[in-house]
């Protein structure tokens, strides 16, 4: 087991009716002006936002908005969050949202604590992260994690960079789960998200330290819980408990317990985020596209670990199978899941069409940040096999 520190500051509060206590939870902090950022629609559409609005009020709390967070959000809305936030002089940044507007909400807090700065400077690690407003998060879909997460995701406007900043600063104060704010949630976002909160943990569990037992057990307990109540939640998003397994399973799959002693590999979520990139689809989907094609290239690493992997979270039975065997059933398994939940399982299925192969190798130039980086742990992969990788999934 390597050496690792744990650090998770986010108070969770679950349940339903939990928005009530949005604004006991930032007056709490010593908040006076809280900036309230929200999406497109659905915050609004299902009252949650007036909800909130009353709890700040009821707080006795000043309150001003910023809505109109797109998914993947982009660093122009960072941009302007900020200066929201600068002229009404918020001191606490609340996401009323999924990962795009934590995520904005993420970058918005570390502007406005930062107004000299060129936001963009800390995602290119030209500047390190010292201060920053305090985040809260009333979450409405379960999926990212970035409620508990050390991390930021942001894509530039001109450039189209996908690209994550890390920092513990960055983890949320406090993160209101309640359940019942993602009923509303179309089917294929449900499982986008479901794609999500398993790959945070997959791209934990497929790395090069293994033996970990405890991790193992943690990480092998969520992924059976997520699948079991990932296919309900597909059928039926009112599926009260499979609904609030997901909420907690999504917030504790990307806080870092379910890799803890091991370096994380998260080559998937890279690849993924080039489509995302290029292509703005949704974060679940290009994981979910571009996962068997990974898995195919890499299991060979080490096939006991898919072995294991399959026997312990898709029950597969050993008896009389190879450790190969075994590997590839458990791959298979994975692929036929996402298929059932209506994900993509290749970039043709994403909906990006066939690529050429010119299209495949800026792609993959890309993902290496012009030759800048490899990624990966479980293997650690160049530009030849990352463009190897979305040959693979080119069908
Ligand atoms: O904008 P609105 O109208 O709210 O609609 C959203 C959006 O269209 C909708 N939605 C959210 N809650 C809803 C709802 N619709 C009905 N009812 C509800 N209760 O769902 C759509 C997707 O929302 P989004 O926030 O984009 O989804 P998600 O939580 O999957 O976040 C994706 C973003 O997070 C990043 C991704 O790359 C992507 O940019 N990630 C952030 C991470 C982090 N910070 O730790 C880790 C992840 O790996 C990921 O990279
Ligand atoms: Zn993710």
């Known amino acids: 087991m390597n050496a690792f520190e744990f650090y998770q500051p986010t108070a969770i509060v679950f349940g339903p009716g939990t928005e009530a206590q949005t604004g006991p939870k930032a007056a709490q902090l010593g908040a006076r002006r809280v900036l309230v950022v929200y999406g497109g629609q659905s915050a609004k559409a299902s009252g949650l936002l007036s909800r909130v609005l009353s709890s700040l009020d009821g707080a006795g709390l000043a309150h001003e908005t910023f809505g109109g967070i797109h998914p993947n959000p982009r660093l122009f809305q960072a941009r302007e969050g900020v200066q929201k936030a600068l002229d009404f002089g918020a001191d606490l940044i609340l996401a009323v949202g999924g990962g795009s507007v934590i995520d904005a909400s993420k970058a918005i807090a570390l502007g406005a604590a930062n107004p000299e700065a060129d936001l963009w400077d800390f995602w290119q690690r030209k500047r390190p992260v010292e201060q920053i407003l305090p985040i809260g998060v009333v979450l409405t879909i379960s999926a990212s994690g970035s409620e508990t997460s050390d991390t930021a995701v942001l894509t530039h406007d001109e450039t189209l960079v996908k690209r994550g900043l890390g920092s513990d600063l960055l983890r949320p104060k406090f993160a209101i789960l309640d359940p019942e704010l993602t009923y509303t949630l179309p089917p294929y976002q449900v499982s986008c998200g479901v794609v999500d909160i398993m790959m945070h943990t997959l791209d934990r569990y497929f790395t090069s330290v293994t033996g970990n037992l405890l991790t193992d057990e943690i990480a092998e307990g969520l992924l059976r819980t997520v699948i079991a109540c990932g296919t309900r939640a597909h059928k039926n998003s009112h599926d009260e408990q499979a609904m609030s397994e997901l909420m907690w399973a999504g917030s504790l799959s990307h806080n870092d317990l379910t890799g803890l002693g091991a370096p994380k590999d998260f080559a998937p979520h890279q690849l993924g985020h080039e489509l995302s990139a290029r292509f703005d689809f949704a974060h679940g989907a290009t994981l979910s596209a571009v996962w068997g094609s990974w898995a195919a290239y890499c299991w060979k690493t080490n096939p006991a670990r898919f072995a294991q992997y399959g026997v312990k979270v898709w029950g597969l039975d050993p008896a009389g199978k190879t450790q190969e065997e075994l590997a590839q059933e458990a791959i298979a398994r994975t692929v036929d899941f ?55 999934a080119n069908h």
């Open 338 to 392: 996402f298929r059932s939940l209506g994900m993509p399982t290749s970039l043709v299925e994403l909906g990006c069409g066939l690529q050429t192969e010119e299209e495949l190798e800026e792609l993959a130039r890309r993902c290496t940040f012009y030759g800048q980086r490899t990624i990966g742990a479980f293997r650690v992969l160049g530009y030849e096999d990352i463009l190897e990788i979305y040959r693979l």
